[in-house]
């Protein structure tokens, strides 16, 4: 795990670094309070595109502080998805060119309603990584 340098007073970041290949596997962006008393937002740019999320400050630098330690275990593991390069078998993160064999899942009666998307990591760990 990377730590970067604030990108403004109100941001705080983080980059995962690939358990496989050493590469960045996703950065993890505080950007501040939102108009909701006591919600940050907090944006992740990984390897299924980018995502904003809303959660408590308390939680939001939580998250933030427990990837610049590199302890993905200090997050509590039902946030693990929201970071969609951590394996939640083994705790690893991985870049998007560590994974294998991406696959998109639809509603079987409406084929053009997404439903998820699963892939296979180093390890062998297969699991969904959007939704």
């Not at 983080?14 to 006591?38: E, I």
């Not at 959660?55 to 939001?60: S, T």
């Not at 502080?65 to 390069?85: F, K, N, S, T, V």
């Not at 696959?103 to 939704?131: L, N, S």
Request: hydrophobic residues 35%; negative net charge; aromatic residues 8%.
């Amino acid at each position: 795990m990377n730590d970067t340098a604030n990108t403004s007073p109100r941001q705080e970041a983080a980059t995962m670094t690939c358990a496989a290949c050493g590469g960045p596997a996703s950065t993890v962006t505080d950007m501040g309070p939102t108009n909701q008393p006591g919600v940050h937002s907090l944006t992740v740019a990984g390897n299924t595109g980018f995502t904003t999320l809303f959660h408590e400050a308390a939680l939001v630098h939580q998250i933030i502080a427990a990837l610049r330690e590199g302890d993905l275990q200090a997050i509590p593991p039902r946030y693990w998805l929201e970071l969609d390069c951590v394996c939640r078998e083994c705790g690893a993160a991985y870049c998007r060119g560590c994974w294998s064999d991406f696959m998109d899942e639809f509603d079987p009666d409406r084929p053009i309603w997404y439903e998820c998307t699963h892939a296979t990591r180093p390890k062998g760990h297969r699991q969904m990584v959007a939704d």
